[in-house]
């Protein structure tokens, strides 16, 4: 990256931007599998204004707040000591005995050893809902009610959010400051990729269209790609809103509702929910996943065991596609990568977005980004504020023209895909007379129909019934 952007960058954004030094920052981390948006948030507290590391004294943070093994935990805590941890940890709230549970799973804690206390909960009750969460939690080992046994109690939290609130239009404010070629690369800056490291603005725009579905709700996309384009980091990493399932067994208790439990999935309470690997993935009971997602895709909500589920949570599907020589799929039928359970024509209809990952470049160590940027932190913060922004809606509106005979499920899908580029690329426009309209056409409306058009496709190579492409649809 250009210089002046990064100078552009402190000076835009101040205290959000931060001096990334991968070398420095992968020895100080090693050892603790830490997100990026939480290592941001350490690294802000330990660089000084010219971006000088102190190194030590992070080192020396780490080591009260994250223990580097489960042993050294389970250890102080028998020993009597009072433990912080800046930690990942999961709740789960059992209402039929009236006790708030908790596992820090990195830490060896589990579900059955720790609780919550009723007056922490009180405290923060809008914040410990069932679920993943990341925070600061301070533990000790109490007595169970009949003093028969012990249990982990977590008596104080603080949780992760740095910044109590973002202000979008600050974001409006700062991205006049760049062209949009500029702000193509400070994005991938702030998603820790060097924008050097890719050939062209096709290779930048399939990279970023990985964050679509940060910003905009119930958006559903599937992305192939060879190994090695890194996938999984950028649904990991970038943002606490978001869950992703690598591998393993996955139930339709576990995404929507746990009768048994009378507890709600993990599709309820994130952004996205990002299935890795989905080739590895073993989904039990199939028929009635695929009948609860077919559901689900269409409205945003599914009926499970009487129970009616809800959520603006979006799905997108990850998987591996064997490439040519070229870096070319080997064949057209992109969907026979998908296991057999996801390959129903009526259910990959309610996919909204496809995502060519064969396009991206081998991810490598030198496409670590080096210099000034946004820090993690706070991007994910106003990517998450993003969601709720409808003004960006109603200037597509003002934009484009359906046709009356265009299909519902392709205008659904452009509008949304459209919408979030406008939410990434130019969230300065708010309104239409912001809008430069030979970008928004170039940079929103053909990527998006674009990228409807690949599912189109596909869909008539599975079932001919299906019109292969996407019409209708025009800027007015």
């Known amino acids: 990256?250009?210089?002046?952007?990064?100078?552009?960058?402190?000076?835009?954004?101040?205290?959000?931007?931060?001096?990334?030094?991968?070398?420095?920052?992968?020895?100080?981390?090693?050892?603790?599998?830490?997100?990026?948006?939480?290592?941001?948030?350490?690294?802000?507290?330990?660089?000084?204004?010219?971006?000088?590391?102190?190194?030590a004294g992070l080192t020396r943070f780490l080591d009260l707040v994250i223990p580097k093994t489960p042993?050294?935990?389970?250890?102080?805590?028998?020993?009597?000591?009072?433990?912080?941890?800046?930690?990942r940890f999961i709740i789960y709230i059992d209402l039929v005995k009236n006790v708030r549970r908790f596992s820090v799973p990195d830490m060896g804690i589990k579900l059955n050893e720790g609780q919550i206390p009723t007056y922490v909960y009180e405290k923060?009750?809008?914040?410990?809902?069932?679920?993943?969460?990341?925070?600061?939690?301070?533990?000790?080992?109490?007595?169970?009610?009949?003093?028969?046994?012990?249990?982990?109690?977590?008596?104080?939290f603080k949780p992760f959010k740095p910044y109590s609130s973002v202000d979008v239009n600050y974001l409006a404010d700062a991205r006049k400051n760049f062209t949009t070629?500029?702000?193509?690369?400070?994005l991938l800056s702030a998603m820790e990729y060097d924008p050097d490291g890719f050939e062209n603005i096709t290779q930048k725009m399939e990279f970023i269209s990985r964050l679509l579905i940060f910003v905009e709700p119930r958006l559903n996309v599937i992305e192939l790609a060879p190994k090695g384009t890194g996938k999984s980091y950028v649904f990991g990493n970038l943002s606490k809103y978001g869950w992703l399932v690598s591998g393993g067994k996955v139930t339709r208790a576990k995404l929507f509702w746990d009768k048994?439990?009378?507890?709600?999935?993990?599709?309820?309470?994130?952004?996205?929910?990002?299935?890795?690997?989905?080739?590895?993935?073993?989904?039990?009971?199939?028929?009635?996943?695929?009948?609860?997602?077919?559901?689900?895709?269409?409205?945003?909500?599914?009926?499970i065991d009487n129970q009616e589920f809800s959520s603006e949570c979006g799905l997108m599907l990850m998987g591996n596609i064997p490439l040519t020589k070229d870096r070319e799929p080997v064949s057209n039928l992109y969907f026979n990568n998908l296991p057999q359970n996801f390959r129903e024509s009526a259910l990959l209809d309610r996919f909204h977005c496809f995502i060519e990952g064969w396009k991206l470049p081998s991810i490598n160590s030198s496409m670590i980004y080096k210099g000034w940027t946004i820090n993690v932190e706070y991007f994910s913060e106003i990517i998450h504020e993003l969601r709720t922004q409808n003004i960006y809606s109603q200037?597509?509106?003002?934009?484009?023209?359906?046709?009356?005979?265009?299909?519902?499920?392709?205008?659904?899908?452009?509008?949304?895909?459209?919408?979030?580029?406008?939410?990434?690329?130019?969230?300065?426009?708010?309104?239409?007379?912001?809008?430069n309209v030979e970008e928004f056409e170039l940079?929103?409306?053909?990527?998006?129909?674009?990228?409807?058009?690949?599912?189109?496709?596909?869909?008539?190579?599975?079932?001919?019934?299906?019109n292969g492409i996407v019409t209708g649809i025009s800027l007015k």
């Open 260 to 303: 048994q439990k009378q507890q709600n999935g993990i599709i309820k309470n994130h952004d996205f929910t990002a299935f890795d690997e989905i080739q590895t993935i073993i989904f039990q009971e199939p028929a009635e996943i695929q009948a609860a997602l077919k559901s689900y895709l269409e409205s945003g909500k599914t009926t």
């Open 1 to 55: 990256m250009k210089q002046e952007i990064a100078d552009k960058i402190r000076q835009s954004f101040s205290t959000m931007a931060i001096y990334k030094d991968p070398d420095k920052i992968n020895s100080v981390f090693t050892g603790r599998n830490l997100p990026s948006f939480v290592k941001d948030f350490l690294l802000k507290r330990y660089i000084d204004f010219d971006g000088n590391l102190n190194a």
């Open 124 to 156: 923060h009750r809008d914040t410990l809902v069932d679920g993943e969460k990341w925070g600061i939690i301070k533990l000790c080992l109490m007595p169970d009610a009949d003093g028969k046994k012990n249990h982990v109690e977590m008596v104080d």
């Open 395 to 435: 200037i597509f509106d003002e934009l484009v023209t359906v046709a009356p005979k265009t299909y519902l499920r392709d205008s659904k899908a452009v509008k949304r895909i459209a919408t979030a580029y406008m939410k990434l690329l130019f969230p300065h426009w708010r309104n239409i007379n912001d809008v």
């Open 71 to 87: 042993n050294e935990v389970k250890a102080k805590i028998q020993d009597g000591q009072e433990l912080t941890l800046l930690c």
């Open 443 to 466: 940079f929103c409306l053909r990527p998006a129909i674009y990228r409807r058009g690949v599912i189109k496709e596909q869909l008539h190579n599975i079932d001919p019934e299906y």
């Open 181 to 186: 070629t500029e702000w193509l690369d400070v």
